[in-house]
């Protein structure tokens, strides 16, 4: 049934316990996406229409019982012939899981334990609940070793009609009480006995009666007192005990009334005022008649701590001796007579007995042959899954090997297909973490992930093997994922000082997107050059992702201060002196001729070749700033410009002969 989903919505997951009568799945529930559990139920229900209604009945009305320590009971369903329960998921180990592995518990621990159970049945009980199969391995326990008891209405149900036609009763024989063992009906005092001797078995890491045959227990319930826990462990107080011969007392009176009265007793063992308690003992009526039971054909089981059924044990009962007359005897002998011709008439005439042999295990066609061999005919064959046998052996006989059944009698033959198979869904496009999680459950060996870079989010799952739709023993299938490591990713590198004709190489080998985003000046990066970048050199990157600069404008512009001064060039006269007696003046020519003199003089300048210097930002006194030719005094304006920290100035010269200089500070400059 693995893979299958039931009732619509309940997707089995895989086998998580086996029983006499039942299965037991981790299912999913695909509606609410809750882990439950799925009890199948084995029992032949052919042609039991009355049976299936009282199923339905009494687990319905155990679904009323909700108590921290019950198993809640969901859903109850049909699925084709298998009946179902649907129940609370616990994840742990039932309670005979946890005493083989601890044995016998501490007194405090045990008693906490059964105060948990007693406070469930009693829940039960006063909803008009009898269990009638308690035993630890219907008691599920958590990490936190808080139990709960399941399986709630489902012996009542099938033995209620069992019984009337079999005459024997369903339960476990190890936690049966001595009623149930003589196939009387069970009662809630029935249910005290089965907790008392799962107490024994909390206490001891044993079981109080033992033997190779179910019925040979069952007689040691009717017939032996419960052994003392005190003899093994002699550390356990009286008290303790007590609760045990009191809930374990052959007879029904004389064990605690209600379980109300033994949750009481339960939290008083403890107590000061029962340090020093009596044993308890039954009270003695010698006047009592009681019914040994005989016990003939024992059988031998398989697994004696299954829930089976039990056949009651005979009783006979043994009358007062009578006067013996004569007459009697003739009479007794002709009906002797009689009798024997009927017998022997009836043995010739019925149909002779036969036992179903043991075929579980053996191929089909040996195994029909082994039975039409010894008489019986095949009235049915149905195949199911099974993890025991492989495909074509025999799973289970019905009636069961060692059965007596009349010759010619029909044998439904079960024959297995194999281990359970799954259906693969198609996984593609989910997370890997989150479906290796869900696939566990199934009990698949260890899931491979491949991962690769692709463009779907990391840890998504891209491809399958096997592929969707495929039918696979998840035990025995290696299932391979291929897994997203998402983009590739590569390490971006140092751009800063790259130009921008870099910068495109780079983009085109790489596959990022590279982007400039502003400019800057700097004294220290060259003009065009990457002076910042983001993200980071080293930041892991998608191909294709985005890469900001930005670039340097070269050096940032000083502050400029401008000298504007008016130079006034002064043209140097010179005149030439005529000596004495080359030149006398007319005194009768007089101030006209020194008039004309003058006039002659002027006009007889010779041009003066002047030079400016300029020392600033932008000149330098190695070449001249400026020249020309002048006759007379000129002005002429020149403009000094000087950043911070120059130093500037200017020189004229006039017919190479420095006429005029100033140097000065660009701090001087207002």
Not at 603 to 612: A, C, D, G, Y
């Amino acid at each position: 049934m693995i893979g299958k989903r039931i009732g619509k919505r309940y997707e089995i997951i895989r086998v998580i316990g086996d029983g006499g009568m039942s299965r037991v799945y981790l299912a999913h529930d695909m509606i609410l996406d809750r882990d439950v559990a799925i009890k199948v139920l084995h029992y032949d229900f052919a042609n039991e229409e009355e049976l299936k209604k009282r199923f339905r009945r009494e687990a319905l009305s155990a679904t009323s019982l909700t108590h921290p320590h019950i198993v809640n009971i969901f859903d109850v369903g049909q699925e084709d012939e298998h009946h179902y329960l649907v129940m609370e998921y616990i994840a742990g180990k039932t309670l005979k899981e946890y005493i083989h592995t601890h044995g016998a518990l501490t007194p405090e621990h045990a008693v906490s334990i059964m105060q948990q159970l007693v406070s469930a049945i009693s829940h039960a009980h006063h909803n008009g609940i009898i269990h009638r199969d308690i035993k630890p391995q219907n008691v599920l326990m958590n990490s936190e070793d808080e139990v709960k008891i399941t399986d709630f209405g489902i012996a009542m149900a099938l033995d209620s009609t069992v019984h009337t036609k079999t005459n024997s009763v369903i339960g476990t024989v190890h936690y049966l009480s001595p009623e149930q063992a003589r196939g009387g009906m069970a009662t809630k005092r029935s249910d005290i006995y089965s907790l008392g001797i799962v107490f024994y078995e909390l206490l001891t890491g044993q079981l109080p009666f033992s033997a190779e045959t179910a019925v040979a227990i069952a007689l040691k319930h009717l017939q032996e007192e419960t052994p003392s826990v005190r003899k093994k462990f002699p550390e356990i107080p009286q008290s303790v005990e007590n609760v045990i011969l009191k809930a374990t007392a052959k007879d029904a009176n004389y064990r605690y009334t209600t379980t109300d009265e033994m949750y009481e007793d339960l939290l008083t063992v403890f107590s000061p005022e029962r340090a020093n308690e009596d044993k308890f003992a039954l009270p003695f009526d010698d006047d009592r008649t009681v019914a040994i039971p005989a016990v003939k054909d024992v059988p031998v089981v398989e697994d004696i701590e299954d829930t089976v059924n039990i056949a009651p044990a005979a009783v006979e009962v043994t009358s007062p001796p009578k006067k013996k007359k004569k007459w009697p005897f003739v009479l007794a002998g002709s009906v002797v007579l009689l009798a024997m011709i009927a017998i022997v008439l009836f043995i010739m005439l019925k149909p002779k007995e036969i036992i179903v042999p043991t075929v579980v295990g053996v191929e089909e066609l040996a195994a029909i042959e082994i039975l039409e061999k010894e008489g019986f005919v095949i009235d049915e064959r149905i195949e199911e899954t099974s993890d025991d046998y492989l495909a074509g052996q025999v799973t289970r006989t019905v009636p069961d090997a060692g059965k007596k059944r009349k010759e010619g009698d029909g044998v439904k033959l079960f024959i297995s297909t194999g281990k359970d198979k799954m259906k693969l869904n198609d996984y593609t496009g989910r997370n890997f973490e989150a479906t290796e999680r869900f696939l566990k459950g199934y009990g698949f060996k260890p899931i491979e992930a491949v991962e690769v870079y692709a463009d779907e989010p990391k840890g998504t799952i891209i491809d399958q093997q096997p592929e969707a739709d495929t039918m696979v023993i998840p035990e025995e299938t290696d299932l391979i994922f291929t897994v997203s490591k998402g983009k590739e990713l590569q390490s971006l590198e140092d751009l800063r000082g790259m130009t921008k004709k870099q910068l495109e190489d780079y983009a085109d080998s790489t596959g990022f997107t590279i982007h400039i985003v502003g400019e800057e000046e700097s004294d220290t990066v060259e003009k065009g050059r990457v002076i910042s970048q983001k993200p980071a050199k080293g930041t892991k990157m998608d191909k294709g992702g985005r890469v900001d600069v930005v670039v340097s404008k070269g050096e940032a512009t000083k502050p400029v201060k401008l000298l504007v001064k008016m130079l006034t060039i002064p043209y140097e006269v010179v005149e030439e002196q005529t000596p004495d007696d080359e030149f006398e003046p007319d005194p009768e020519v007089g101030n006209e001729a020194e008039s004309e003199t003058e006039t002659a003089t002027e006009l007889e300048r010779v041009p003066q070749k002047i030079q400016i210097y300029i020392q600033d930002r932008n000149h330098t006194m190695n070449d001249a700033y400026e020249e020309f030719e002048i006759t007379e005094d000129t002005t002429r304006k020149i403009t000094i410009e000087l950043e911070d920290g120059e130093r500037g100035g200017y020189k004229i010269l006039r017919d190479q002969k420095v006429i005029e200089e100033d140097q000065f500070n660009y701090k001087d400059l207002d």
